[in-house]
């Protein structure tokens, strides 16, 4: 789950990290005031989840409450796009009035799991305000990273080794590293998968702060922070996969006009990667789970066929857990329901698979049954196009 800017300083103020004094507002009226209380100058923010806002012209500098008021009328309703939000961009809803600071140096810190090593680990660069990506593929060895065994903890020698290693001053130095370890205790006690503050700065007064802030939880350990589904924002996502989550659906959109509907994420990545290789792209990531029953294939094909981007649907079912007689039932009921305008290509494999092909060879649709998966991928790509 993905929270807004000011969302995560609100959190990193619980565990004494430093950030500047802000407020969110969602009417121009409202940012005079806070720029009045804040004393400016002030930086409005763009409250959308999407780097890049600078570039896009979501973030301004305003010198008085009047000039606050008058750029926040501009920016508040505005389609903002950046390199992360894609053509489409994002309609900017609340923005973020924030105090100026005097910067001396702006640095990058960054804390997520390390999947290969299955490990966290807590990376500090002395680049900060710049895409972190260019850095790491034009000077990797400027990223400076050390990991984290969750049964010990992030060790004070750590961070003074990440903040002497990215050019903290060193009269800074204890400063600096206490800031670190109070960003990894707000990362682990709130189950979090990133914590990223970028720019986080050094001011002329030799303080530290978190002047951007983007933190995102893991999901599955939602059910230990109640209070975190409220500060999730319909609005930032996209409608199938909000409907999806309601159940229990894995689905992703993406930009392609392929519908996919799999069970299991290892055969849906490979779903993907083998409609690429026949020519086509995939609409979607959808994984309807190794036990899905016939009420979640009905919803999925429902969710599938919403997307209007859609022009045609593999079904690629292995049929371990979950028998193929059931999946194919669930299919024709959604067909059913949903009406089919698309056609449906379907790959079956595993228990019961000759009744569940017998079952779709029956229905008075005319779903196209496929012998393998190359020959799906083909016959999906062809009838797509």
Do not use: W
Not at 35 to 47: D, H, R, S
Not at 61 to 85: C, F, K, N
Not at 89 to 96: D, E
């Amino acid at each position: 789950m993905k929270i807004h800017e000011f969302q995560a300083k609100d959190i990193l103020r619980k565990f004494n990290v430093k950030v500047p004094r802000s407020q969110a507002a969602t009417l121009p009226e409202e940012v005079f005031d806070i720029t009045l209380a804040l004393n400016p100058p002030v930086v409005i923010k763009a409250q959308i989840h999407a780097g890049g806002r600078g570039k896009g012209g979501g973030v301004k500098l305003a010198h008085s409450p009047r000039e606050a008021e008058e750029i926040a009328r501009r920016m508040l309703g505005m389609r903002l796009v950046t390199h992360q939000t894609g053509p489409e961009g994002k309609i900017v809803r609340r923005v973020l009035v924030e105090e100026g600071l005097n910067i001396q140096k702006e640095y990058y810190l960054g804390i997520v799991i390390d999947r290969s090593r299955q490990l966290p680990v807590f990376m500090a660069c002395a680049e900060g305000g710049v895409e972190i990506e260019e850095v790491a593929a034009r000077n990797p060895a400027a990223i400076k990273k050390e990991y984290i065994y969750p049964d010990v903890g992030f060790q004070p020698y750590q961070a003074r080794q990440l903040a002497f290693g990215i050019g903290i001053p060193a009269k800074l130095i204890h400063r600096a590293s206490g800031f670190f370890l109070k960003l990894y205790e707000a990362f682990a006690a709130t189950d979090a998968s990133l914590a990223e503050i970028n720019p986080f700065i050094e001011t002329v007064e030799g303080e530290f702060y978190a002047l951007d802030a983007k933190m995102n939880f893991d999901d599955n350990a939602l059910f230990r922070h109640p209070g975190f589904k409220e500060l999730r924002d319909y609005s930032e996502e996209d409608p199938l996969e909000i409907e999806a989550s309601r159940y229990h659906l894995n689905y992703i959109k993406l930009d392609g006009n392929i519908g996919c509907m799999v069970n299991g994420a290892g055969l849906a990545m490979s779903t993907m990667d083998i409609i690429k290789l026949a020519g086509g792209n995939p609409a979607n990531f959808l994984d309807v789970g190794g036990g899905a029953s016939e009420e979640a294939v009905t919803n999925a094909f429902r969710i599938l066929l919403s997307d209007e981007k859609v022009n045609a649907v593999l079904i690629n079912i292995f049929g371990g857990i979950v028998r193929c007689n059931i999946i194919a039932s669930g299919v024709i009921a959604a067909a059913r329901n949903v009406g089919v305008t698309v056609p449906i290509v379907v790959r079956l494999e595993g228990t019961n698979v000759e009744e569940g092909k017998r079952l779709l060879q029956d229905a008075e649709f005319d779903f196209i049954l496929a012998d393998g998966m190359h020959d799906a991928a083909e016959k999906v790509v062809a009838l797509a196009k």
